[in-house]
């Protein structure tokens, strides 16, 4: 456990939150991007569909500060010594609204592939 600057909740939503693609995040074993984040329990680890332990983002911790992404990523809003190691280059900055569009869609999808079967006789 790093120490971590912000413990307490967020003022404000932020424009952009980062997005970790499973796909290309190496795995826990680096975890770089949670030593560069400054809020406390905000990118925490999961296992992807395949059951490999990697890196999520919290998307109401995140502050949009783009410090987890790596050094040349042009999403990222500022300045960072380091980030996200460029071979993998797993972390990019996307609009807010549009991260809750797509996890609104894919609850409604669960919700749906969840519910009883409408039979009509
Ligand atoms: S953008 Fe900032 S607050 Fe959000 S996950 Fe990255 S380092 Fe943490
Ligand atoms: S820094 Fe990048 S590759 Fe490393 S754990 Fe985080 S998202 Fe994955």
Redesign the pocket.
Known sequence: MWTKLQNTPRKKIPRTIAV?DPDT????A?????AACPVEDC?VEEQDADGRW??AVLIDKCIGCGL?VTVGNPTAPGKRDF???AD?D??DMVAYTEVVEVMEAQLDAEELAEAEPVTTF
């Open positions: 970790i995040c190496f795995g826990i680096c975890s770089i991007c949670q990118i990697v890196c987890c980030g996200c190691p993998y797993a972390i």
